[in-house]
């Protein structure tokens, strides 16, 4: 009996796809940031933060995916930038071939960073490359110690980890030095950000961060 592994199928058709809009991203020199996080931690914030910090010292974007809304897409588009809502009707995570297309209806904007805030979830999101320049995940302190173990491959494929709500530190049970072993043991080369997005904290670092790679990928 013949098989065919459709998730194979699935990952190489996406691939094809990544590739392509990674050479649309480097032609246009503009910075493509894959934000992902479980439902709650604060993903939507922190970029509304982000966005006061850089909104006037770059040109942004915004690729917005949710499962059926746009609440997260109106809250975006009233910081003043520009912003593409992708609805999955129920799909789990963002696929290469819908950025594509909507970074085709942003493209004209001379754009110098785009942030692509994927569907709120830990599982499938990791498994998709959408031509992206680097991953950054959001986690809470209000998750608990237990994601960076329980979801290894959306740590392992980050190059940035944002703990967010590190203002409510003292009200959890969450503990800095575990989590930063538990990252070192999976992704020990991934950046770290410690930040409230109610209160503002760390998002200079990281607005700065990004400051830096939209430079040197314009150079």
């Known amino acids: 009996m013949a098989k065919v592994n459709m998730q194979s199928n699935i990952l190489g058709a996406n691939e094809l796809l990544a590739r392509k809009n990674r050479s649309a991203f480097k032609e246009s020199r503009v910075l493509a940031v894959n934000l992902m996080s479980s439902p709650g931690s604060g993903k939507t914030t922190i970029l509304e ?6 909104g006037d010292k770059l040109n942004l974007g915004v690729i917005e995916g949710d499962l059926y809304t746009d609440q997260d897409a109106r809250r975006i588009e009233k910081k003043g930038v520009r912003v593409v809502q992708i609805n999955t009707e129920g799909t789990c995570h963002l696929d290469a071939g819908m950025v594509g297309k909507a970074y085709e209806t942003l493209s004209a904007a001379q754009l110098d960073l785009i942030f692509i805030e994927n569907v709120g979830n830990l599982v499938c999101p990791a498994e998709f490359d959408l031509g992206e320049d ?8 209000a998750e608990g110690n237990d994601k960076v173990l ?7 494929e980050a190059r940035v980890v944002l703990v967010n709500k590190i203002d409510l530190l003292d009200y959890t049970d969450f503990s ?6 538990d990252l070192k043991q999976v992704n020990p080369s991934a950046l770290t950000f410690m930040v ?12 700065e961060f990004l400051l830096r790679e939209v430079r040197n990928k314009a150079v």
Do not use: C, N
Not at 176 to 181: A, G, N, R
Not at 196 to 207: E, F, K, L, V, Y
């Open 49 to 54: 933060r982000t966005i006061e910090k850089l």
């Open 134 to 141: 680097f991953r950054a995940v959001v986690m809470s302190t």
């Open 150 to 156: 329980k979801y290894p491959l959306i740590f392992r």
């Open 176 to 181: 800095l030095d575990k989590f930063k072993d």
């Open 196 to 207: 409230s997005a109610r209160t503002g904290m760390g998002i200079d670092q990281w607005s």
